[in-house]
């Protein structure tokens, strides 16, 4: 699932996840993966392990840590992030001065945040299972869905 960026900072609440669980049952899943860059609510953690199928929450902090763990880094984040910029916002490159440049990326974030969409997921079940063993060997059994 893709949440919209919310810039005032709100971590994903209950009805979230609510949601999210009953689009999984509906599907057939045994257990589900919602990940935010902001955090959950207490009543979203609560929520998320009361019904199933259970959902493990991976809040912004808990991803960095994965990425880190996996060695992913952040430069093929920031390059893909900074490519799709360059494609969208600032060609052709000739501003007038840095605030026009200035103005531009904020604007593309702005229009992006707006509408940004879930897109097609191409991640397999057994990629999930894969994913959910790695996750699982990184956390204590009695805290599953702790970030």
Wanted: hydrophobic share 40%; glycine share 4%; aromatic share 8%.
């Amino acid at each position: 699932m893709i949440k919209r960026y919310d810039p005032n900072g709100r971590p994903v609440g209950r009805e979230t996840v609510a949601l999210f669980q009953r689009d999984a049952q509906t599907k057939g899943a045994e257990r589900a993966v919602l990940v935010t860059l902001s955090g959950f609510s207490e009543p979203a953690r609560r929520a998320a392990i009361v019904t199933s199928p259970t959902v493990d929450l991976i809040d912004g902090e808990r991803l960095a840590n994965l990425v880190k763990e996996q060695r992913l880094g952040v430069r093929s984040v920031t390059r893909v992030y900074f490519s799709v910029l360059q494609r969208k916002a600032t060609s052709p490159s000739d501003f007038a001065d840095l605030d026009v440049l200035a103005q531009r990326i904020l604007d593309f974030q702005d229009r992006f945040n707006a509408t940004a969409e879930p897109f097609d997921w191409t991640f397999t079940r057994d990629d999930l299972h894969t994913l959910l063993a790695r996750i699982d060997a990184h956390e204590p059994t009695a805290t599953p869905h702790a970030a």
